[in-house]
């Protein structure tokens, strides 16, 4: 079964507005992940929040973590069209598991 | 020079072929990971070697036989390859007790 489920689906926005994706999980973490797919490409690590952490900022990226809900957001800010991508939630302690993504459209 | 390379970009094969997708790694890394994306973007767990020794895997057909020569390189070798199989291969790779991954740019497998 998928340790991360994000939400939603798929998201389209125009530049400049703000886009936020849900994930949620299901077993305890030690940390939870966010990475960056773009078409036809790997993934790209974004940024790592700890489980001890609430709230974590890396340029235009803010993360939360709320484990009583088990669940997490990825907000980014001021989107480009650059930001076009597949953005994925990754957790687990042996190994990563990875859910199947928001698929992000940033229309210029 | 590219972290995790991994070869062929893309594999078009025929139902019953064997073939190999080949994975290298120059970060120095010790664990090493395949990974199989399907048409949905779900992205599963194959293998994870540490050191050259296997540590993680899950349940894949026994068609599926990752090798790892040294721990700077994973390959994986699909026996009587299916139609089910297409599908995107990742390969990864980290250093034991830190939690980023790296990824390869993936090999888009077709299965005819």
């Known amino acids: 079964s998928q340790q991360g489920e994000e939400d939603p689906q798929a998201l389209s926005i125009q530049e400049g507005e703000n886009a936020t994706m849900n994930c949620s999980y299901k077993?305890?973490?030690?940390?939870l992940q966010w990475y960056r797919q773009n078409s036809g490409r790997g993934l790209v690590h974004l940024i790592l929040i700890r489980s001890n952490e609430r709230e974590k900022h890396s340029g235009r990226l803010r993360v939360t973590l709320d484990t009583s809900k088990k669940s997490s957001s990825l907000l980014i800010t001021a989107s480009r069209a650059a930001d076009t991508a597949s953005y994925f939630c990754a957790s687990g302690a042996r190994q990563l598991t990875f859910g199947s993504g928001t698929q992000l459209t940033v229309l210029p | 020079d590219t972290a995790v390379s991994q070869t062929p970009k893309y594999l078009v094969t025929q139902m019953g072929n064997d073939k190999s997708i080949k994975c290298e790694q120059n970060l120095g890394h010790d664990t090493m990971y395949w990974y199989k994306q399907d048409s949905k973007k779900f992205l599963k767990i194959m293998f994870s070697y540490n050191n050259k020794e296997l540590i993680i895997n899950e349940t894949v057909p026994n068609r599926f036989s990752p090798k790892s020569p040294d721990k700077a390189h994973l390959n994986l070798h699909i026996n009587s390859l299916e139609l089910g199989d297409s599908a995107v291969y990742f390969c990864a790779s980290s250093q034991l007790g830190r939690e980023k991954l790296f990824f390869g740019s993936g090999t888009q497998l077709s299965v005819l």
């Open positions: 077993t305890s973490i030690n940390n």
